[in-house]
């Protein structure tokens, strides 16, 4: 059983960027095999996700991260990266780490990103 640790949130202008990570804490070569995603949800909204890197390192978008958000992984220090530029009011989220492997999956306890001026 993994637990997950976001950090890194915090309030940014417009335009500005932040990086948050996710700690796992769990040996390197189980953390290895989780597939890892970023997942966000907006107030009053359903929560979203934003960015998957696969255990093999292949990572995917949607159209809310498509562009701007950089996933990245260190299996040796288990933790998982969410590099955002150009932020804008929308991206205003409670972002989550979500760790997989087939139906097990495993939710940290979020932290809030605010962009505004």
């Known amino acids: 059983q993994v637990l997950l640790v976001e950090s890194g949130g915090g309030l940014v202008q417009p335009g500005g960027s932040l990086r948050l990570s996710c700690a796992a804490s769990t040996s390197a070569s189980i953390f290895s095999i989780y597939i890892m995603r970023w997942y966000r949800q907006a107030p009053g909204k359903q929560r979203e996700l934003v960015a998957t890197?696969?255990?093999?390192?292949?990572?995917t978008y949607t159209d809310s991260g498509k562009g701007r958000f950089t996933i990245s992984r260190d299996n040796a220090k288990k933790m998982v990266y969410l590099q955002m530029n150009s932020l804008k009011p929308e991206d205003t989220a409670v972002y989550y780490c979500?760790?997989?492997?087939?139906?097990?999956?495993?939710w940290g306890q979020g932290t809030l990103v605010t962009v505004s001026s």
């Open positions: 979500n760790a997989a492997i087939g139906p097990l999956e495993r």
């Open positions: 890197i696969t255990n093999a390192g292949s990572t």
